[in-house]
């Protein structure tokens, strides 16, 4: 783990978001914040009680009244002293504020310098602090459970879990190495290989509650694609529940991708809407097609709209094949015309729909779910980032590895101390000082 922060050094923060508000926070936290509490406050306050009162300049004019609240070291949020100035939300008197308790000793903080410093001092775990800006940032009450379920150590202690059975199996392997020519044999007698299957079985489970919080955080980017005039905006403005795209009978009209954010189930679901694929002469439009093709190599998935009137042709099986590798499905549209029901195909991978009408969006929905791997019943999640469900795949492999080569102790060994160091990375046991910044760096400061 990184060094703790140094400890006479003093940061200062606006801790509320920008703009106008009832009430505006400037927090404070340090070794010692006694020199800025008697500055602003003109005096000393009693621990974790709240105190009314001005907040003052140099020449002991008032600047604001309001709440201060001091928590001594370590019982605070960031293991250090801290003090809270809780006056009212304008963005000129928190400035005020701020810059007295600057004069007084303190200095900016970075992005992230609170909660970074929550970690050093062992508040939190990385898994935990990451978990804060992911509260801040979720974007749907499902997000926000699955952040706090994080936060609150759960995610932490399923992980501890698997690392506390994966120390035994290790001491076990060690001991066979180191005592060769015992005659008890350590591994079959502890039943190893059912301890290694017991420690896969568990990382799978947390793999599975990762997946779906990744979901939850990240969402599903999907590109609607198709000839022109097939219905792409229309069926964008029936999903987002207004009218985000304008829907003519002109062939071209969408020249440019638009984007627009829904929620299924919880699930961000992030609909770019693109330019109709044809040849074309028309220069703007032939920049939208270039943009359509440059969407969809960023898109998790693609949604090929087809006029139901007509099916499938040449020019459909055309676009298909030049797409990427990612999940697909054949959306026939305008069923209210050709006189068609809505309908799921047996394969799962064409839907029949009337964006005019609204029948068959739900199977459309339903479907864009399972493409992006979301399975109902789930709140039990975890909010994941990529370089979780980076370390659970390594460990996954590592683990692996270590059972095929459970004939060869050293090997078997290293694997498992393998798996026991990527599985760590997750709440920060050993972190390198540059992912700390990284990670930290993009937290709002304040926080």
Avoid at 158 to 183: H, K, N, Q, S, Y
Avoid at 272 to 289: M, P, S
Wanted: charged residues 25%.
């Amino acid at each position: 783990m990184a060094s703790p922060p140094s400890p006479s050094e003093l940061i200062a923060a606006i801790a509320t978001a920008p703009g106008r508000g009832g009430i505006g926070v400037v927090r404070v936290s340090g070794a010692d914040v006694a020199g800025i509490m008697t500055g602003v406050l003109g005096r000393r306050i009693a621990p974790r009680m709240a105190s009314y009162g001005c907040f003052l300049d140099a020449g002991g004019q008032t600047l604001d009244e309001g709440i201060a609240l001091y928590f001594p070291a370590p019982h605070s949020f960031t293991g250090e002293s801290v003090l809270e100035l809780q006056g009212h939300g304008g963005t000129q008197v928190l400035q005020l504020v701020l810059a007295r308790c600057l004069e007084l000793g303190a200095r900016p903080a970075e992005p992230g310098e609170f909660t970074r410093r929550a970690f050093l001092n062992d508040k939190l775990d990385l898994a935990q602090a990451e978990a804060v800006a992911d509260l801040i940032d979720a974007q749907s009450q499902a997000a926000a459970r699955s952040a706090v379920r994080v936060l609150s150590g759960e995610f932490s202690r399923r992980i501890d879990t698997l690392t506390d059975g994966l120390v035994r199996l290790r001491m076990l392997v060690e001991a066979t190495l180191d005592f060769p020519e015992e005659e008890v044999d350590f591994l079959r007698k502890a039943d190893a290989e059912g301890q290694l299957a017991a420690i896969e079985q568990g990382l799978a489970g947390v793999l599975a509650q990762a997946r779906q919080g990744a979901l939850l955080r990240e969402g599903l980017s999907v590109a609607l694609i198709g000839q022109p005039n097939v219905g792409k905006s229309s069926l964008l403005n029936r999903l987002a529940g207004y009218e985000a795209a304008i829907v003519t009978d002109i062939a071209g009209t969408t020249r440019d991708t638009v984007r627009e954010s829904i929620q299924l189930n919880g699930v961000p679901i992030h609909i770019i809407d693109t330019a109709g694929l044809r040849d074309t002469e028309d220069t703007v439009e032939k920049l939208g097609i270039a943009r359509t093709w440059a969407a969809l190599e960023q898109a998790d998935a693609a949604l090929l709209l087809v006029d139901a009137q007509h099916g499938m042709g040449e020019a459909e099986a055309g676009i298909l094949r030049r797409l990427p590798d990612i999940p697909r499905l054949t959306v026939h549209n305008k069923i209210d015309l050709a006189g068609e029901p809505a309908r799921l195909s047996a394969d799962g991978s064409e839907v029949w729909l009337s964006a005019e009408t609204g029948e068959g969006v739900d199977l459309l929905c339903r479907r864009l779910l399972e493409l992006g791997g979301w399975q109902a019943g789930h709140e039990d999640a975890f909010i994941a980032r990529t370089r979780h469900l980076s370390a659970l795949h390594e460990a996954a492999a590592h683990l692996r590895a270590a059972r095929g080569a459970a004939g060869r102790l050293e090997l078997f060994a290293e694997e498992l101390r393998l798996a026991h160091d990527t599985l760590a990375q997750i709440t920060g046991e050993f972190t390198a000082d540059d992912l700390l910044g990284e990670i930290f760096g993009r937290f709002c400061i304040g926080k």
